[in-house]
């Protein structure tokens, strides 16, 4: 199959939609429900792509972010962040940390989908 994203969301149904949509799009998608998670699958599966939510519960997507950043082994993986906070100074500090880009919640799943294909294409994929 294509290129992997981790998708890391603690909402069930948003990354049962993120599977279903991004599969569409030849994508290989891994589901994280939590940071934990989502930490230990980026190091073992080693995706070419995380789509990562901010507000989740136990472990954020900055305390996640900041992690696969720090380690060598996920550093080099490129972060989407989906949130619905966006300002100016929480874009600059995603920014600041390594996030790649950003998709506001809502969002629309074909837009979702140009986003991640362009960050693939940019990263040696499709």
Known sequence: ???SVLAVDDDKL???LLEINL???GCRVLKAPDG???LRLAEEQKPDLILLDLMMPHMDGWEVMRRLKESEATRHIP???ITGKV???T???LLDMGAEDFVSKPFDLLELREVVRER???AGGP
Do not use: N, S
Request: hydrophobic share 55%; net charge neutral.
């Open 1 to 3: 199959m294509g290129d």
């Open 14 to 16: 948003l990354l049962r």
């Open 23 to 25: 599969g569409k799009a």
């Open 36 to 38: 934990a998670t989502a």
């Open 79 to 81: 972060v989407i962040v």
């Open 87 to 89: 300002d100016p100074l």
């Open 91 to 93: 874009r600059a500090e």
């Open 120 to 122: 693939l294409a940019g």
